[in-house]
């Protein structure tokens, strides 16, 4: 999933249908199979098929009103579905729709949405979706079964590379009827697969152009959701506008969702410019990362006389967490030792209590703070049978959890990491001669760059700068602006640069597309990094056929500790809290979800109550 989870679930929250009960019957296979209201990853839905609403959302929350985001970066498509040309993510959810939508209060359930009921046998050899005969796209036509068809077939064979991915599982698909669609995923061994799909975002047949579809567009699409686009200046600004006949308005999942009559997204090139707009009343929120402006950049006339508020959010998913990442497609991070030295010479103490005022924690792996991390935890006995054809990769103290992180002393001369880090260097070809560390056959100096692309990323590139001259390493630091940045990053164009992944609490099929063998030279995917390592792509297929938590949570937390073994990147930092920065005419639930913030649960101030607007 930005800031606003991975890519292909989009923007998530939805609406489920007031489904019928739940039908049993029996697939063709033999198996049992269920039709219900909603599905789960693992276990059972939390919500009844009589839910009124879920219990992140206020059911009376006035409509009307306008919000305006302010957005680093630029676009030049509408169009987010596709690897070319940088798109306004917003499309989907707010105007693109899917079959079913995520409860934000799950680890990874899915509730009717286009769909009114989800059908899957125990095996989940096979899923079919029954449409709600009410759902309609913003030109009025109905959504049936053959866009859904089509939508399957447009992005498996022309969508970015995890679209691609994951609907070529499929085996075969139908449309028993109008509005029934039935996937075969005989054969595909995931048993997220059935989720995957209902995620899948639906697209009109009619208002589809098959031969360009790959090609950026700025034109308006035509979706189901609750807005539609009513204006675009390129590159600045995008206006959503809320359909007055929108479908779904009334759904149980939609009460207390989607209620302003406006979004405006506006775009800033650079970061102090957008955060002086926000300063100005320019735009309505902010979601700060930057520990510094956070704790004394907030010192203006609106945020002391309350009229700019600050809140914090402790989400119960895992952790961001901000990582340097190395370019292993670099012959000069090829050897893992290197990157082993150069974990060792940052200085995170120092940085975080000069910088950072002593907010963060660090932990390795990629699952901090929830009970999937690998970090600090022995493996356990189906950890090691898991890991068990790949024991050479996997060193004995991650497999033991008494693998820690590198503590400095926090003066920024700690000798004894710096002779750990020169022994590695040494084994890996590299010497010091003089204050210069060269490559002991080519002589060349040992140097690379630093790529960044806000204020924060560059003071920690300095200071990892000056970190790394004790050990005879000059990179350089390069500053580019947010477009360009985004650009080099989909093109793996760089040698090293900072990055986060959020994760869920139910890591699935994204994770082949954050570090699978598969997309290491795929662009367009997140495998920043290049790893391809066949224990991480084992892993991965191990927590994707896994049937209870019980074999889950082993299969992840072996996934992590094969990420921590490769050293693809340095950890630099976790964030335990979200911060928002929210200008008083826009009000929020009382209640965060387990995601953390949601703004289309949001409303404007002063607007009348929902019941009353009725």
Not at 69 to 97: C, H, K
Not at 151 to 173: F, I, M
Request: aromatic share 12%; charged share 25%.
């Amino acid at each position: 999933m930005f800031m606003f989870q991975r890519l292909l679930e989009g923007f998530g929250v939805r609406f489920c249908v007031l489904a019928l009960a739940a039908v049993t019957g029996v697939s063709a296979g033999g198996a049992r199979a269920e039709e219900a209201h909603a599905i789960a990853m693992h276990g059972k839905p939390a919500m009844p098929a009589d839910f009124t609403h879920m219990p992140y959302a206020n059911p009376d929350a006035p409509k009307g009103g306008r919000l305006t985001w302010g957005i680093l970066g630029t676009f030049d498509s509408l169009n987010p579905f596709i690897v070319r040309g940088l798109a306004v993510q917003q499309m989907r959810s707010y105007v693109v729709e899917s079959l079913l939508a995520r409860g934000n209060d799950e680890p990874f359930t899915l509730y009717g949405l286009l769909a009114r009921t989800v059908e899957t046998d125990d095996e989940r050899s096979f899923v079919t979706f029954r449409l709600d005969p009410r759902a309609r796209f913003s030109d009025g036509k109905p959504v049936l079964a053959e866009d859904v068809l089509f939508s399957w077939q447009l992005l498996r064979d022309h969508g970015r590379p995890n679209h691609r991915q994951y609907y070529a599982k499929v085996a075969k698909a139908t449309a028993p009827d109008p509005l029934t669609v039935r996937f075969d995923l005989t054969g595909a061994n995931d048993r997220e697969l059935p989720l995957i799909l209902g995620l899948m975002p639906v697209l009109p047949k009619h208002a589809v152009d098959v031969a360009a579809f790959e090609e950026t567009t700025l034109a308006a699409p035509v979706g189901s959701g609750p807005y539609r686009v009513t204006a675009v200046k390129p590159g600045a600004s995008v206006t959503l506008t809320r359909n007055p006949d929108y479908w779904g308005r009334d759904l149980a999942i939609n009460r207390g969702l989607y209620n302003f009559d406006e979004i405006r997204l506006d775009y800033f090139r650079e970061a102090n410019g957008q955060f002086e707009a926000f300063k100005r009343g320019l735009y309505d929120f902010r979601i700060e990362h930057e520990p510094l402006r956070w704790h004394d950049g907030y010192d203006f006339p609106a945020a002391r006389s309350g009229e700019v508020i600050r809140d914090t959010a402790k989400p119960g998913v895992p952790q961001p967490s901000e990582f340097l990442v190395f370019n292993t497609r670099r012959p000069i991070f090829a050897d893992i030792r290197v990157r082993q030295a150069l974990t060792l010479l940052f200085d995170f103490e120092l940085v975080n209590r000069n910088y950072f005022f002593g907010l963060y924690s660090r932990a390795a792996g990629y699952f901090a703070g929830s009970d999937l991390s690998a970090y600090g935890r022995p493996a356990d006995a189906r950890e090691r049978e898991l890991l068990k054809p790949f024991a050479a990769r996997i060193p004995p103290d991650i497999m033991d959890g008494s693998y820690r992180l590198p503590v400095t002393d926090g003066s920024g001369r700690d000798r004894t990491t710096l002779r750990a880090a020169l022994k590695l260097l040494s084994e890996a070809g590299y010497d010091l001669d003089g204050t210069v560390l060269r490559n002991r056959a080519t002589k060349a100096p040992f140097t690379f760059e630093i790529m960044v692309t806000t204020r924060d990323q560059e003071r920690i590139a300095l200071a990892f700068q000056r970190d790394l001259k004790r050990a005879g390493i000059e990179p350089t630091v390069r500053s580019v602006d947010s477009v360009q940045f985004d650009q080099r990053r989909l093109a793996y164009e760089f040698d090293m640069i900072q990055n986060r992944w959020d994760q869920s609490l139910s890591p699935g099929n994204e994770q082949y597309f954050y570090w699978g063998s598969a997309a290491a030279d795929n662009p367009g995917t997140r495998n920043y990094m290049g790893a391809r390592d066949p224990a991480v792509d084992a892993m991965i297929a191990a927590l994707l056929e896994a049937r209870e938590h019980t074999d889950f949570v082993p299969a992840v937390r072996a996934l992590d500790r094969a990420l921590i073994a490769g050293f693809y990147t340095i950890p630099l930092f976790n964030v335990s809290e979200q911060w928002i920065a929210r200008w008083n005419r826009i009000e929020r639930p009382k209640a965060t979800s387990l995601s953390g913030y949601l703004p289309e649960t949001w409303w404007a101030k002063g607007q009348p109550q929902a019941h009353q607007a009725k």
